[in-house]
Nanobody, 124 residues
Framework: VQLQASGGGLVQAGGSLRLSCAAS????????MGWFRQAPGKEREFVAA????????YYADSVKGRFTISGDNAKNTVYLQMNSLESDDTAVYYC??????????????????WGQGTQVTVSS
């Protein structure tokens, strides 16, 4: 399974971006897709996750109310709509596919496949 992320770029604070992550196949046995991000000098951190089966979602506190994750099963694609962007959102964003019992347990160690990363830069 390959994950192709796109949609990053440069945006001013308060602006919006939409990230997309297309999976090459829906044959992996995992049940979750999501997004992580990594800023320079920091560890990779969880952003948002969605379950393939029921569409349940879960967000990091830092993005709750500003970001929305959604999925299109027919296209094997997951989206991350990012609104009210802040300078602290600047990072490389990675889409991920894997498995966990609960969405809030979707740690990097639970990821089976990573996308290549897309840069998001928010200027203040």
């Amino acid at each position: 399974v390959q994950l192709q992320a796109s949609g990053g770029g440069l945006v001013q604070a308060g602006g919006s971006l939409r990230l997309s992550c297309a999976a090459s196949a829906r044959t992996f046995s995992g049940n979750i897709m999501g997004w992580f991000r990594q800023a320079p000098g920091k560890e990779r951190e969880f952003v948002a996750a969605i379950s393939w089966s029921g569409g349940s979602t879960y967000y990091a506190d830092s993005v709750k109310g500003r970001f929305t994750i959604s999925g299109d099963n027919a296209k094997n694609t997951v989206y991350l709509q990012m609104n009210s962007l802040e300078s602290d959102d600047t990072a490389v964003y990675y889409c991920a596919a894997g498995r966990a019992t609960l969405l809030r347990g979707f740690y990097p160690s639970r990821v089976d496949y990573w996308g290549q990363g897309t840069q998001v830069t928010v200027s203040s």
